[in-house]
């Protein structure tokens, strides 16, 4: 199993910026997929959910309305699209497939700064 994030960079505040996770390894059309990010000094924290051969996508409140996750089953891809960017929200933002225990990508960094 292998998951690649990309996509991430340094973006000025209300910034958008769409992160990619390029997957193999895996029945990617069945599988859940969530993203999560962990800032300096704080735990990792989840952002976004979205199902596996289902329409069902979640946030928590920290995001929703300004992220939004989508998935390729074609390219095996899952993309994580986020707008009005803030200071906060910068980390490294990580995919997670919902596998097993759980597999993991090294991580994209978000930097949100002016």
């Known amino acids: 199993v292998k998951l690649v994030e990309s996509g991430g960079g340094l973006v000025q505040p209300g910034g958008s910026l769409r992160l990619s996770c390029e997957t193999s390894g895996f029945t990617f059309s069945n599988t859940g997929l969530s993203w999560y990010r962990q800032g300096t000094g704080k735990e990792r924290e989840w952002v976004a959910t979205v199902g596996g051969g289902t329409n069902y996508k979640s946030y928590p409140d920290s995001v929703m309305g300004r992220y939004t996750v989508s998935r390729d089953d074609a390219r095996n891809t899952v993309y994580l699209q986020m707008s009005d960017l803030r200071p906060e929200d910068t980390a490294v933002y990580y995919c997670?497939?919902?596998?097993?225990?759980?597999?993991w990508g090294q991580g994209t960094q978000v930097t949100v700064s002016s």
């Open positions: 997670n497939a919902m596998i097993g225990s759980g597999y």
